[in-house]
Nanobody, 124 residues
Framework: QVQLVESGGGLVQAGGSLRLSCAASGRTVSTYSMGWFRQAPGKEREFVAAISTWGGRTTYADSVKGRFTISKDNAKNTLFLQMNDLIPDDTAVYYC?????????????????WGQGTQVTVSS
């Protein structure tokens, strides 16, 4: 089992950047594929980005492609999401998740463990 704790959210102006972190404990993240999801008020949780166990394969939602970068530091047991050129539509609670599989997935129900979320607010 793995426990996940997100950090790094906050309030930023449009065009700014934030870097989210997801610290894992209990098991090493090298054995999990991981993802970032987000949920805005009144909307369903949606996929943002995912990375395979070995970090060699990444997948992004079209809405963030070219602006966000997911990475994983297995030695530090931490997942990251670098978010650049933020826009107001990026405002949401961001969650990291872990999945006991080699390849990541874009479907929230296919993830086994979730963090508590961190709020990201982008002002116009």
């Amino acid at each position: 089992q793995v426990q996940l704790v997100e950090s790094g959210g906050g309030l930023v102006q449009a065009g700014g950047s934030l870097r989210l972190s997801c610290a894992a404990s209990g098991r090493t993240v090298s054995t999990y594929s991981m993802g970032w999801f987000r949920q805005a008020p009144g909307k369903e949780r949606e996929f943002v980005a995912a990375i395979s166990t070995w970090g060699g394969r990444t997948t992004y939602a079209d809405s963030v492609k070219g602006r966000f970068t997911i990475s994983k530091d297995n030695a530090k047991n931490t997942l990251f999401l670098q978010m650049n050129d933020l826009i107001p539509d990026d405002t949401a609670v961001y969650y990291c998740a872990a999945r006991q599989a080699l390849v990541a997935d874009t479907t929230p129900s296919r993830y086994d463990y979730w963090g508590q979320g961190t709020q990201v607010t982008v002002s116009s």
